[in-house]
């Protein structure tokens, strides 16, 4: 998933080096977009975990932000379904529910056709410039390419494809889309199809690409249904596969949840630049 960015990174010149600097245009966010994109990433890696309950003034050290953009990015991300306000008693991360996220995928991949050919036809040259940056960046490394790099190629490439479109309006409703869905692509790979996860989406990526670079509206639809319609494929694994506790803590045991947690690096700090 996209490496959380500290807060130092907004004064970075952007650097061929690191996708996001390049192409998200981060400079100059305001505190609560850099608050909602660090529990965003919080919430797409499961540092914190489905069903998880979680106070606000946690969320603030694990993301090393005020109470103000913290508070307000909480708004936000529980008006996008990510996070639920339970007044009294904090937060909870919203579980995952396979049956609603299958609905999700669904409405995902309508709206996905819809901007692909928005974006095929109005893409300006300096957004072709950055697809074809981003296509050799995610084909070269496609053999090492860790989890995280991946989806920070991901994250871009979906930003990309919403700014290429004109329609700004897609990505409030787009990327809270997006994060349900790759907070699936990342339990699958840690969980069930590990590399060949990664590679799999990376070949369908590359593939709509390919299509949207070449002008090939119907091609490139037809490769994003296919990608959504990949992602549902892993929910049918998932819930044939998975524990339970994976999708909400509150299936699990005390014994269960420190096992799930013993098997990861130490989630509860977002990763330093």
């Known amino acids: 998933m996209q490496e959380i960015i500290r807060e130092e990174d907004k004064t970075r010149s952007a650097s061929p080096a690191g996708v996001e600097g390049v192409w998200s245009l981060e400079q100059n966010r305001d505190l609560t977009t850099v608050a909602y994109e660090r529990i965003e990433e919080l919430f797409v ?52 529910d396979l049956s609603r996220e299958k609905r999700l995928a669904e409405l995902r991949r309508d709206l996905n056709r ?9 893409i300006t040259a300096n957004d072709r410039a950055a697809l074809h940056y981003l296509r050799r960046k995610l084909a070269a490394e496609l053999d090492k390419l860790s989890l995280d790099a991946f989806n920070a ?27 349900i869905a790759r907070r699936i692509g990342f339990l699958h790979i840690n969980q069930i199809s590990g590399r060949d996860g990664i590679v799999g989406s990376a070949e369908r990526h590359l593939a709509i690409m390919d299509f949207i670079l070449a002008g090939e509206e119907d091609k490139a639809c037809a490769a994003s249904d296919e990608l959504v319609g990949y992602g549902i494929g892993m929910l049918r694994e998932l819930e044939e596969q998975i524990d339970p506790a994976l999708l909400d803590v509150r299936f699990s045991t005390r014994a269960g949840k420190a ?12 990763a330093t630049s």
């Open 45 to 96: 890696a499961m540092r914190i975990a489905p069903g998880e309950e979680i106070r606000t003034q946690d969320l603030q050290v694990m993301v090393d932000l005020g109470r103000t953009p913290v508070h307000q990015a909480v708004r936000r991300l529980a008006a996008e379904t990510l996070l639920e306000i339970r007044p009294r008693n904090g937060l909870r991360v919203t579980p995952i």
């Open 114 to 122: 819809f901007v692909t050919s928005t974006a095929i036809r109005n």
């Open 259 to 270: 096992s799930w947690m013993a098997q990861e690096p130490d989630h509860r700090k977002p």
């Open 153 to 179: 190629i991901d994250k871009s490439f979906d930003r990309l494809v919403i700014r290429a479109s004109g329609e700004r309006f897609l990505d409030r409703v787009l990327s809270p889309l997006h994060a």
